[in-house]
């Protein structure tokens, strides 16, 4: 079994600082709701993603869709070997059930989220298909229980993936995989990684990484 953990991801609301910038407040109206119940999108909030510390790299839900869909969709994920999960910018963790099938349009995607960070499980009532908690990424990994963990990122050693998980064939493994377009994990993976391994010398997109990971273990 492989766990694919989507770790530092940049998906939150639009956070209290910025609620009150025109482009945000435009952006809530037009959908309906209070600022502060929008997904942050660096789209639509470029102009007051500035006043953020680390603004250059939040407000990315795409790069969440793109590497969920790639992960439900797999072979692996259709044949029962996957367990997905979502670490978030400001500790809170998604478990995904592996038979949810996501929207492919940006737009219903992010209206999906607003409505997990809202009600905390999507759907609001009855058996849910995605739930929201509070968590690090070290309380993800130990309620995971895997035998070994793996960080990818390119400061790791490269390897041929698929000989590497053909040594632990048969073991549950959690693969972590940053969810930010730039930059370095900001919580301490490094410490809970078994291995941090690199699939190439320099940085990939998420989807691209994920896609190797799904690949090569199944294979």
């Given amino acids: ?29 037009r ?9 942050l999108d660096s789209t639509v909030h470029h102009p007051a ?7 250059q790299r939040r407000g990315r839900p795409d790069l969440v869709h793109f590497f969920l869909l790639t992960a439900l969709d797999s072979l692996l994920n259709l044949e029962g070997g996957l367990r997905v999960a979502v670490h978030t910018r400001n500790g809170r ?12 349009n940006q737009s219903r995607f992010v209206s999906l989220m607003e409505q997990l960070f809202q009600k905390g499980q999507v759907p609001p009532a009855g ?22 963990v793996v960080v990818f990122s390119p400061r ?36 809970l990684a078994d291995e941090v391994l690199s699939i190439s010398g320099s940085e990939l997109k998420v989807w691209t990484v994920a896609a190797e990971i799904l690949v090569n273990f199944r294979k």
């Fill in 1 to 29: 079994m492989l766990t694919l953990v989507l770790a530092d991801s940049e998906l939150e609301t639009v956070p209290g600082e910025i609620a009150g910038h025109p482009c945000c407040v435009t952006y809530a109206r």
């Fill in 31 to 39: 959908r309906g709701r209070a600022p502060r119940d929008t997904l």
């Fill in 49 to 55: 993603l500035k006043r953020l510390s680390d603004g």
């Fill in 93 to 104: 963790i998604i478990r995904v059930r592996p038979d949810t099938r996501l929207p492919k």
């Fill in 127 to 148: 058996e849910p298909l995605m739930t929201m908690s509070e968590g690090t990424v070290g309380d993800l990994l130990r309620d995971l229980g895997a035998s070994k």
């Fill in 156 to 191: 790791g050693d490269r390897v041929d993936l698929r000989r590497r998980f053909s040594r632990v064939r048969g073991r549950d493994i959690a693969c972590v995989v940053g969810g930010f377009p730039d930059g370095d994990f900001t919580s301490p993976v490094y410490g």
